[in-house]
């Protein structure tokens, strides 16, 4: 069954859950980044018009692999690399 969230209640249950456990919330800052860098990826994509069967041609990666990367199951450095480059970009620091 679907459950219909609320996300102001999601958010004071995470503020509840990890106030008192710091390694808890690392792990939820940790899972934030990652999806945001995954849905960069996906809006960076998009925004130059690319598919993934695109984005496969361009860096040698399979279309699947492209797809598994794109949900944040796996991908090595390499791998991210060369999805980047397939849209003309680069991975870089930054200080948070």
């Known amino acids: ?49 690319l598919s993934q069967k695109d984005i496969s041609e361009r860096s040698g990666l399979s279309q699947q692999a492209v797809s598994r990367l794109e949900k944040g199951n796996g991908g090595t450095i390499k791998s991210i690399i060369k999805y980047l480059s397939a849209m003309g970009c680069s991975l870089t620091l930054k200080e948070s």
Not at 22 to 48: D, G, V
Request: glycine content about 0%.
């Open 1 to 49: 069954m679907l459950v219909k969230s609320n996300p102001v209640e999601e958010q004071k249950k995470i503020a509840e859950l990890t106030s008192s456990d710091e390694a808890l919330m690392r792990q939820h800052k940790l899972f934030l980044a990652e999806m945001q860098f995954k849905q960069e990826l996906i809006n960076k994509r998009k925004a130059n018009a």
